[in-house]
């Protein structure tokens, strides 16, 4: 019996070998936009609430946010991202501010 002999199939057919592999999905940075109206706090609570920022790091992204005009909160998967943006907006709603969350491909 040779080595190949083990691929083989009865009638002579030869089996395809597969390889398993992983796939990394694309990811999507959802962005936090600046406006004139939504409070800084509101964004700090949103920044902790949302992307599970720290303290520290929510107000270091609501100042970039302030000053630069928007920051990246995050990259993930395209229905968290989507899940994300859609959770900011449901909040600012609620809250009446007009906060806008968005998001775009990354790479």
């Known amino acids: 019996m040779t080595a190949n002999d083990g691929d083989r199939q009865p009638g002579g057919a030869v089996l395809e070998r597969t390889r398993d592999e992983?796939?990394?999905p694309r990811l999507y940075r959802v962005l936090l936009l600046n406006d004139d109206y939504t409070t800084m706090e509101f964004v700090v609570a949103v920044l902790e609430e949302v992307f599970q920022k720290t303290?520290?790091?929510?107000?270091?992204?609501?100042?970039?946010?302030?000053?630069?005009?928007?920051?990246?909160?995050?990259?993930?998967?395209?229905?968290?991202a989507e899940t994300?943006?859609?959770?900011?907006?449901?909040?600012?709603?609620?809250?009446?501010?007009?906060?806008?969350?968005?998001?775009?491909g990354d790479g």
């Open 84 to 104: 994300k943006v859609d959770t900011v907006q449901q909040l600012a709603e609620r809250d009446g501010f007009p906060l806008q969350a968005t998001m775009e």
């Open 55 to 80: 303290p520290a790091e929510a107000f270091r992204l609501m100042m970039q946010i302030h000053t630069e005009g928007q920051a990246v909160c995050g990259a993930y998967t395209h229905e968290v």
């Open 22 to 24: 992983t796939v990394t």
